[in-house]
């Protein structure tokens, strides 16, 4: 069994930053692409940052230059870093990883954590 643990959530101010982290855990052989997610209250959940096994990174048009994605592989992480929140960033944010295991490659998601952007 895999699963995907996010911390770092919590309040922030505008302009402020906080970093988000999703740790991997189980039974598997490896992990391919790494990516955060986040759903605010009434809209869709988007995906706002990625990043490959090899460490190439994609961001959503709205996070770009202010957040940032890394990933350390040898202690199956990723982290996003925010840097300049504003309000509208305020959601739930979700880790998702494609994992490798015994029985093929499977998406896994984390439980979410609340990120609130308010002064």
């Known amino acids: 069994q895999v699963q995907l643990v996010e911390s770092g959530g919590g309040l922030v101010q505008p302009g402020g930053s906080l970093r988000l982290s999703c740790a991997a855990s189980?039974?598997?052989?490896?992990?391919?692409?790494m990516d955060w997610y986040r759903q605010a209250p009434g809209k869709q959940r988007e995906l706002i940052a990625a990043?490959?096994?090899?460490?190439?990174?994609n961001y959503a048009d709205s996070v770009k230059g202010r957040f940032t994605i890394s990933r350390d592989n040898a202690k199956n992480t990723v982290s996003l870093q925010m840097n300049s929140p504003k309000p509208e960033d305020t959601a739930v944010y979700h880790c998702?990883?494609?994992?490798?295991?015994?029985?093929?490659?499977?998406?896994?998601w984390g439980q979410g954590t609340q990120v609130t952007v308010s002064s």
């Open positions: 998702h990883a494609r994992v490798h295991t015994s029985t093929g490659p499977w998406d896994y």
């Open positions: 189980g039974s598997f052989f490896g992990i391919d692409g």
């Open positions: 990043i490959t096994s090899d460490e190439r990174t």
